[in-house]
């Protein structure tokens, strides 16, 4: 990774932090964010996983249209950074603690190089 990339990033994990620390109290269930991506593409590459504790919750979020919400605040994170993402359902990732304990016994690493890289 280079100077610019590494500068990139940091602004990228700032913006979504901030995301993230506006979603954790609006929305139940949900807990934490990551991303994943490929700098020498990262229009196309940039996946954002984000986390709820539970299935029930994750259901409970589309139910009520936070999953919208939170899409349409990330897409907008994203433009600021220059991003622009055509279509968020393949950039923005839903997901859960407990898919990740089914499928992975609870190892996120191994669940985000496998499925979303």
């Not at 990139?8 to 949900?30: N, R, S, W, Y």
């Not at 934490?32 to 991506?37: A, G, K, S």
Request: with cysteine.
């Amino acid at each position: 990774m280079n100077k610019q990339d590494k500068k990139f990033e940091k602004e990228l994990i700032k913006a979504l932090t901030h995301c993230c620390e506006q979603f954790k109290p609006e929305v139940d269930g949900f807990e934490w964010l990551t991303h994943t991506l490929n700098f020498s593409n990262i229009q196309q590459s940039i996946r954002i996983i984000c986390v709820f504790e539970s299935n029930i919750q994750l259901s409970n979020a589309i139910d009520k249209d936070d999953l919208t919400r939170m899409s349409n605040a990330l897409v907008d994170c994203l433009k600021q950074l220059g991003i622009t993402i055509k279509k968020p359902t393949q950039h923005i990732i839903f997901d859960s603690e407990e898919n990740c304990d089914a499928s992975h016994q609870g190892n996120w690493q191994q669940r985000l190089s496998e499925q979303y890289s």
